[in-house]
């Protein structure tokens, strides 16, 4: 990780919250105190239409396959394959495993998903794209309350194939679950309403041709920090801008998600031409951007920084919780207390060797703790890249191949592209 001070001046940091406050935020995370009913009355959908929405092969049965592989919930987080091969597992051999599982499912923060341990949950991602269609919320809450019911039939098909019976639900065992149970949200102990992964409203901010003069020179100046080549930037998602009020933070977790070749990367989806059952964030480095200068708290925590080895059951010991950013901030390894126009960024991939982006590196785990006092504002510039270097190529063809003669689209061979990477 590496601190830049001054990356921007007071008044560019300025003119990003205002043209921030101007575009509007949206809570970064839908499920949290109050936010319930909401959320239910922003969804316009009726049973059937849900149903129908789910029912990938339109079979007019809904398969647990199908909702598993709608299993995008708040905050975007997705499952890896091993995740759902794992769930799948865990609902047929452990029905009553599924309180449980709405806890991962809802909100993916580590704390939650204690029990659970064996499934191996690991791709909490930090925010929700853009385009995150909604009606895929309440896929998580039936595929919790899945076991739990005693409506659903085996599926026969699976039967007389040989395969472990699988269950699949009608439109009318679907209509069942009523949008209050639906919607329904299970407590904290003591009856609290759950608390969020990330507790923050946000917004993004496009950075391209006709956009704000400061944040095409962000933009610019990200490419120079970065040295990647301009067309990649470019590509990249907008300026995701966060304000965090007092009380708010971001548990710890990991910007991109960890490389399966089965998984398909949210910027290059379009372009991969592979129907797979999961989705990830591919998130190659993160620039933050500190807008203003907190009062107390607030600081941006890397709970395993610098430690000779990684091992997820080691962040969860004896009642401290590394990840909880709530409680354990002051445990983690290395703070940052933000400083208005300091940049910092870091590197969420390794190298894979041959000059590309290869696997996921554990270490960048990070997360806000609590902002004691005041508001906190910050930006995050990501840079997205596929590790599948075709895909990108791909993907980087499809949408501007009038700059092929940047010298980054194309068919080329994987084992050239030194320089490409930029090691730590
Ligand atoms: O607010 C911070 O300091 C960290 C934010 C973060 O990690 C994120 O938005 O992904
Ligand atoms: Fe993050």
Known sequence: MAEIPDFLSEEECRVVVQLAQLKGLTESQAVGPGSQEETADLLELTPEEMFNLLDLNQDGQLQLQEVLANSRTWDGMWLTPESLQGIYAGLQADPDRSASLIKILMWGTPPLHKPLTP????????????????????????????????????????????????????????????????????????????QGVRNSRHTWLYQGEGAHHVLRALRKRVTRLTQLPPLLVDLSEPMQVVRYEQGGHHHSHHDSGPFHHKAACSHTRLAARVSSLTETFCRYITVLFYLNSVEEGGETTFPVADNRTYNEEALIQENVDLLDTRKSCDKGNLRVKPTQGTAIFWYNHLSDGKGWVGDLDEYSLHGDCVLTRGTKWIANNWINIDPDYQRQARYQKLVSPQREDCGDSGERNPDQHTGLHQDL
């Open 119 to 194: 499934l191996s949950i690991r791709t909490p991602q930090t925010s929700t794209y853009p385009l995150t269609p909604p009606p895929w919320r309440p896929s998580a809450i039936v595929l919790a309350r899945w076991p739990a019911e005693a409506r659903f039939r085996r599926g026969k098909s699976a039967q007389t194939a040989g395969h472990a019976p699988s269950r699949q639900m009608s439109l009318e065992e679907f209509k069942h679950l009523s949008n209050r149970e639906l919607w329904h949200l299970p407590m904290q102990p003591g009856g609290r309403r759950p």
